[in-house]
């Protein structure tokens, strides 16, 4: 018998801990296939506690007052706490820093900033990080210190300090020694405390773009699909061209983003099945679909893929496709035995057909261990269990019994309260509805939909003096958003308080859906002769940053002035033949430059002509306000001379500069005079292992009359 030699890949995110596998020499069976399950799920084991089985000692030692031990163990095993989910930070605690030396006490301190960070649990180290500050600050690199400040605002935002935690997120994103990577957690430091959906949508965006030129892919994503997630509803065409420029950022061979990549894909046919568009939903479904096989360690990835390709295929009516989902339905369920994901399955199936749960999945869901699982489903079922008022709140008292257990957290009393506050709501119990949104936002003040649909019913009922209370105490909190000053100003408006509801009216800085500002503040002079002009304090629309969005949509307009009006600027007829005149480049890199300055003002972007990048020189080098840096490289493409493939170099060119400057995202605008095949070999958005590389191109081609 030969012998049979099998090659298997893994990779792994060490944010998520997500372990995905690929065989790259050998053939599959059933034996390997087998091997292969066995091996994914003993790394799964092993990164959910393994690697913190050391835990046991060092807690040991902190009982035995032998605080010094304890810290060389941690010391010694540090290195593991990359790799596990096990929740240790309380442990870590316990260690005495009085007790051990200074350096030991720096390193100490650092670790556990940063297991606070992968716990999410910042909160419970502000005292720590405060004491590094106060006695290592003077002392370490600048941008450590600039991580470690970003840090405190982090654990003062969840300990409910948000105007100190807000001035030092943006002194983060001011100071020069902030790494882009800590300048974009600033931003969703901002966003995380902030109630406006505009805010909220801005700093993500600028989020996004400064994890992109760190290089930091994943993390860029995630403010996107963030972002699409809020879209979702309001302006689905935009939550989707999200989810399609993520999908761009993405290199198709990696394995890991294999996994990332078709988990967007079934988000992307989420989305496409709300807008009734059930048949680019299966197209989108079965990429993922096809981009998960093969993969191992996600099966119930795949099974999740198939199962809503097989509800697709069966409202089409395509009867050989639904068999063909079915049969890997079928295969897949094997090789998924877990208690939990047959419980979640059948809950994510009735809540997808917005289903009540019936008494036989729920009895097994009440005779299990998972005490989320019953809390979701009986919030579930306080909602969709129209049967009587009574029954409702039996499902709510069900679920407030379970929030006194240690699995739960301000998230779920916060989401326990909004939803007694929507069954109130419904049945018309006005007082009891707003005591709930309030209960809600004490323990999640940025709940959106809480302070959204409670200010609503105050509006609709006209009580307009508890309205001015519940705005001003929103603002008191979470400062002078835009959204909150209109809702503040327009509660004063109606109250017939002219001044204050002026002075608040001028503090919307972004448009509202729906709103006409300067109206309101126009009714106010009419209505109040002797209102008075205050400053306001909010930052003028000069110093929101560029994000790059805007900068692509000025390069869209550029492209089209260029191509309407100016092109022939760049040509020159010999003999009734059109050749491209002297410096062609040079002159389009001028013509950006003036567009550049003339859009955004001379001010608001720092412009670095002929920088050296390597063995190259970077046509522009681009600072636009808010520090975002880009490479831009110009190319000219058909015609003598410039051939496709000139053009083309210029990818590899911005690849070369990306990588010797500090930033990771790059421009390639190609004058395509070509007089056929405009825009053939380029792509609009180029992921190449950490670089991300856009493309315009501007028609240029000579208008021969």
């Known amino acids: 018998m030969s012998e049979k030699k099998t090659t298997i890949q893994f990779q792994i995110d060490l944010n998520s801990l997500k372990t995905v596998g690929k065989i790259t020499d050998g053939e599959s069976d059933s034996i390997t296939d087998d091997i292969n399950l066995q091996i994914s799920r003993s790394l799964k084991n092993l990164f959910s506690s393994g690697f913190v089985d050391w835990i046991p000692d060092f807690n040991s030692h902190i009982e035995n007052d032998n605080h010094i031990k304890a810290y060389e163990l941690l010391e010694n095993k540090k290195w593991t706490l990359q790799f596990s989910k096990e929740l240790i930070l309380d442990s870590l605690l316990k260690l005495d820093k009085i007790k051990i030396e200074k350096e030991q006490r720096k390193n100490f301190l650092l670790i556990i900033i940063a297991v606070a960070s ?24 600048p941008e450590m210190k600039q991580s470690v400040l970003l840090s405190k605002g982090n654990a003062l935002a969840q300990n409910g ?8 997120y943006k002194d983060v994103i001011k100071n020069i020694n902030s790494s882009a990577v800590d300048k974009a957690y600033a931003y969703r430091g901002l966003a995380k405390i902030t109630a406006s959906k505009e805010d909220i949508i801005q700093y993500h965006n600028l989020s996004a773009d400064k994890f992109l030129e760190a290089g ?39 394995i890991l983003d294999k996994e990332f990549k078709a988990e967007l894909h079934h988000k992307k046919a989420s989305y496409l099945f709300t807008l009734n568009q059930f048949k680019s939903a299966l197209e989108s479904i079965e990429v993922s679909c096809e981009l998960r096989a093969n993969l191992i360690g996600n099966e119930y990835e795949l099974y999740s893929s198939h199962s809503v390709a097989e509800m697709l295929c069966d409202r089409l009516n395509k009867s050989e496709r639904k068999l063909y989902h079915s049969n890997k339905i079928k295969l897949l369920a094997p090789t998924i035995s877990d208690k939990e994901f047959d419980l979640q399955i059948q809950i994510q199936n009735n809540m997808n057909k917005k289903r009540i749960i019936d008494n036989e999945l729920l009895e097994k869901i009440e005779n299990s261990e998972f005490k989320l699982f019953k809390f979701s489903v009986y919030i579930f079922n306080a909602v969709l269990d129209k049967s009587s008022f009574n029954k409702q709140l039996e499902w709510l008292d069900k679920a407030k019994i379970l929030l006194n257990k240690k699995e739960f957290y301000n998230v779920h009393f916060s989401l326990y309260y909004f939803t007694t506050a929507e ?13 709930n949104y309030e209960l809600s936002l004490d323990y999640n003040p940025f709940h959106y939909q809480s302070i959204q649909n409670c200010g609503a019913i105050l509006w609709k009922n006209e009580m307009w003096s508890k309205s001015r209370d519940f705005f001003r105490k929103r603002i008191d909190i979470l400062g002078e ?5 209109y809702a503040l100003g327009r509660s004063y408006f109606e109250l017939e308080k002219y001044q204050q509801a002026f002075n608040y009216f001028r503090k ?27 400053q306001s304090k909010l930052e003028p629309q000069t110093k929101i940053p560029i994000s ?25 007829n010999d003999s009734g033949k059109y050749k491209w005149d002297s410096m062609p480049e040079e002159r389009g890199k001028q013509f950006l430059i003036n567009a550049l300055e003339m859009k955004y003002g001379k001010d608001s972007i720092e412009i670095f002509q002929e920088s050296i990048a390597g063995a190259g020189i970077i046509d522009l080098f681009l600072i636009l306000r808010g520090g975002l840096k880009i490479v831009v490289e110009l190319k000219i493409c058909g015609g003598a001379g410039y051939s496709s493939n000139y053009a083309i170099s210029g990818e590899d060119q911005l690849v070369h500069y990306l990588k010797n400057t500090s930033t990771k995202i790059g421009f390639l605008v190609v004058f395509d005079g070509r007089l056929r095949d405009f825009e053939k070999g ?24």
């Open 161 to 168: 300090k948000i105007n100190v935690a807000n001035k030092i």
């Open 508 to 534: 919307v800085s972004n448009e509202l859906d729906g709103v006409d500002i300067s109206k309101y503040i126009n009714e106010c002079l009419k209505k109040d002769l002797d209102i008075k002009l205050e």
């Open 548 to 572: 790059i969005n805007s900068f692509r949509t000025t390069l869209a307009e550029f492209s089209q002035s260029i191509s309407t009006k100016s092109r022939m600027y760049f040509w020159k």
């Open 118 to 141: 992968r716990e999410a649990n910042f909160g419970k180290v502000e005292n720590e990080i405060e004491s590094f500050l106060s006695e290592f600050g003077n002392s370490i690199e």
């Open 423 to 435: 069954v109130y709501r419904n049945q018309k119990n006005v007082p009891e509805a707003i005591k």
């Open 682 to 705: 380029f792509k609009k958005i180029q992921s190449i292992d950490d670089l991300t590389i856009y493309t315009t191109a501007i028609e240029m081609k000579p208008k021969i009359k």
């Open 481 to 485: 958003s835009s959204t909150l000053s």
């Open 216 to 254: 930091k892919k994943q993390d860029s994503i995630k403010d996107m699909v963030y972002v699409s997630n809020l879209y979702e509803k309001s302006n689905p065409e935009t939550a989707l061209t999200l989810i399609d420029n993520a999908i761009e950022l993405y290199d198709s061979e990696n």
